[in-house]
């Protein structure tokens, strides 16, 4: 199997072909309401984004999805099966990896060894390793760490210090690292924050080949209108915490509450 192939294909969910739902999902810090009745569901092989103003939620809502967050209320379904409350460890062994809106790399390792330790989690593997007679197989992980890296553009700079490249390549890196664990389901926060307009453009292509060509499912929260605009094929948006719209690119755009949310006012006024 290629380094970065998905583990398994989707299953009938409630709603019909889906890979990722989100049911009705809750929770509190206090008083504060961060998520309200949150639902969503993301189809095999979908680009969809998550959007809104600083502070909607976006990125509770992806501590949720991965284990890091234990909702109050509603269900986190993956492939048809109840991982709500989940630790991190095992939603990502279930084919759900994500990255973070802060850059969190081990600056002080190499690209390769940064790559390598995101194959950490698929602990089944590495223990079928460890007991057969052969022991673990360093130049398979290492040519699969490589094939990551190649797919991010990075595998001519594999022996370097991963905190001595650009905030850009930083953030390949971080994708190649979560590729390393032959995800199924990408989670990725923010992955153009911070980047120029020319290294915005690559990644939204490297995003988009993830899509079309690993066939991987990808739920981006994204901050970038051009960038949200230009690569989603759906669309959520939320706002103090709950759903204010969802759809198609050209349904959210012209949706009036959407653009109350993002201006302040609302369309026309
Ligand atoms: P976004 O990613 O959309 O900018 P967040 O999901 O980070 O927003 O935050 C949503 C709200 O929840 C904010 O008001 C934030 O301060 C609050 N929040 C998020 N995580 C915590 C936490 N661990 N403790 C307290 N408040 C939190
Ligand atoms: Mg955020």
């Known amino acids: 199997m290629p380094a970065t192939a998905p583990r398994s294909g989707p299953i009938p969910g409630r709603g019909g072909v889906c890979v990722l739902q989100v049911n009705g999902v809750g929770i509190t810090f206090g008083g504060l309401v961060a998520l309200d009745s949150v639902s969503l569901e993301v189809r095999p092989q979908a680009l969809f984004s ?14 949720i999805i991965s284990g890091f967050y234990r909702p109050r209320a509603g269900q986190v379904l993956f492939d048809g099966n109840d991982i709500t409350g989940l630790p991190p460890h095992l939603v990502a062994r279930r084919g759900i990896y994500r990255t973070f809106q802060n850059i969190n790399l ?97 990644a939204s292509k490297l995003i988009q ?39 198609s690119t050209e349904e959210v755009r012209n949706h009036p509450q959407v653009i109350e949310a993002y201006l302040g006012r609302r369309k026309g006024a």
């Not at 998550?50 to 501590?63: A, E």
């Not at 390769?112 to 992980?141: D, K, M, S, Y």
């Not at 991010?152 to 650009?166: D, F, I, K, M, P």
């Open 50 to 63: 998550v959007i809104g103003p600083n502070g909607s939620g976006k990125t509770t809502l992806f501590n």
């Open 209 to 247: 080949g993830l899509v079309k060509d690993l066939k991987i499912t990808v739920v981006l929260v994204e901050h970038d209108m051009s960038v949200v605009m230009g690569i989603s094929e759906e669309i959520l948006v939320l706002n103090h915490g709950r759903v204010i719209a969802r759809g």
């Open 106 to 202: 081990f600056a002080n390792m190499t690209v390769l060894e940064n790559v390598l330790a995101g194959q950490h989690c698929q602990a089944e593997t590495r223990l079928a390793r460890c007991i057969l007679p052969f022991g673990r197989n360093w130049a398979f992980e290492q040519q699969e760490a490589r094939e990551c890296l190649d797919r991010v553009g990075l595998h001519t700079r594999a022996s370097e210090l991963a905190g001595n490249l650009s905030y850009g390549d930083q953030r390949r890196l971080e994708i190649a690292r979560v590729l390393a664990g032959k995800p199924q389901l990408i989670l990725l926060d923010e992955p153009t924050a911070g980047l120029n307009p020319s290294e915005k453009t690559g």
